[in-house]
């Protein structure tokens, strides 16, 4: 165990008591991560493309999308909101990719209220949110489907004005830096990981709007030829 103040996060100054140094290669560990979110979305793209509904390609991909929104927000970020006051002294797998990516972000190592508070909202909430999206689609439940895909991508896009929000306020107004300014830990962990929860909502949301017009259109179209008959 090393000592409390010996740790290689920003602000030095955190105090991260019981801090455990990683011991698995983070070559190791992408790849081994890697895997099993594969495999989770992988397994639901399959679903989809093999579903007696014909599903084209972008219902393919929602029902990809939202099955890994589902798998990260259930199991991952679960794992840090049940075990975040004893993650940086663990070794398993979840716990040392947790801590690599609070190079980024140290704030989930020192339980910073906003961030617990947001996480726990994104396990209980968005998360099975998420995976009941992915029934609506594998299932044609296009109303059902819709509303929900709505609701989870506009919570992801305020979610992440939020999280970069905070953080850039944090830096200019106390000179506070959570992240590590490295490349990888700036621009591939802190802005690269969470970018496609800034740009995914935004197609997804067009998608919801486009067909949910085009169905008001058939409808309106319907009643005025009833009308006219």
Known sequence: MEDAGAHPYYPSTAVLPGFVANDMPVAEMLPAFGAIVGAVVGGVYLLAARSRLRLGPADRFAAAWFALCGFLH?????????????????????????????????????????????????????????????????????????????????????????????????MQFHGVAYSRPEFLYFWVYYIGFNLPWAVVPFGLLYDSYRRINRAFTALQEKEAASKGK
């Open 74 to 170: 259930v199991a991952f970020e679960g794992y840090y909101i049940y075990n975040r006051a004893e993650i940086i002294g663990q070794s398993a797998l979840f716990a040392q990719l947790w801590k690599e990516y609070c190079l980024s972000d140290s704030r989930y190592l020192t339980s910073d209220v906003f961030t617990v508070t947001i996480e726990t909202i994104t396990v209980f909430a968005w998360g099975p949110l998420s995976w009941l999206t992915v029934f609506a689609i594998l299932s044609d439940a296009p109303s059902i489907r819709h509303v929900l895909q709505i609701v989870v991508c506009t919570a992801h896009l305020y979610g992440v004005i939020l999280y970069y929000g905070t953080n850039w306020t944090e």
